[in-house]
């Protein structure tokens, strides 16, 4: 299994191809604002994982293994934006929240969200029940005396 650190550049590594085509080693230092340096130690120890095939001059490519991992980690940090969105998160904290989280749950976690996602999708009078309990919430927090 992946470190955190692992999955971080696993899953830029996956998006950075997905839109661009390709993932050097100075996009993936942008994308993470770490060093350059740090870049090419990791990727290098992502090459001897097998999860991907480094040569300094002619870039890298994801292996079987690094792409099928790369998906769901991509899968999974969107699944849980749209999770946090949908319970009615405030967009300026959904990124942030979502990078802090993401490593630390497992997979039977990760698809009981997915299901509860999916239920309030298909369920929108459920959703608008959650939506009007918050509401309340937030008037009883405004009238608590600090
Ligand atoms: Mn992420």
Known sequence: MPTPSMEDYIEQIYLLIENKGYARVSDIAEALAVHPSSVTKMVQKLDRDSYLVYEKY????????????????????????NFLRLIGVKEENIYEDVEGIEHHLSWNSIDRIGDLVQ??????????ELKLMQIKNEEVIDKEPI
């Open 58 to 81: 002619r870039g890298l490519i994801l292996t079987k293994k690094g792409e099928k991992i790369g998906k769901r980690l991509v899968e999974r940090h969107d699944l849980l934006e």
């Open 119 to 128: 239920f309030f999708e298909e369920n929108e009078e459920r959703l608008a």
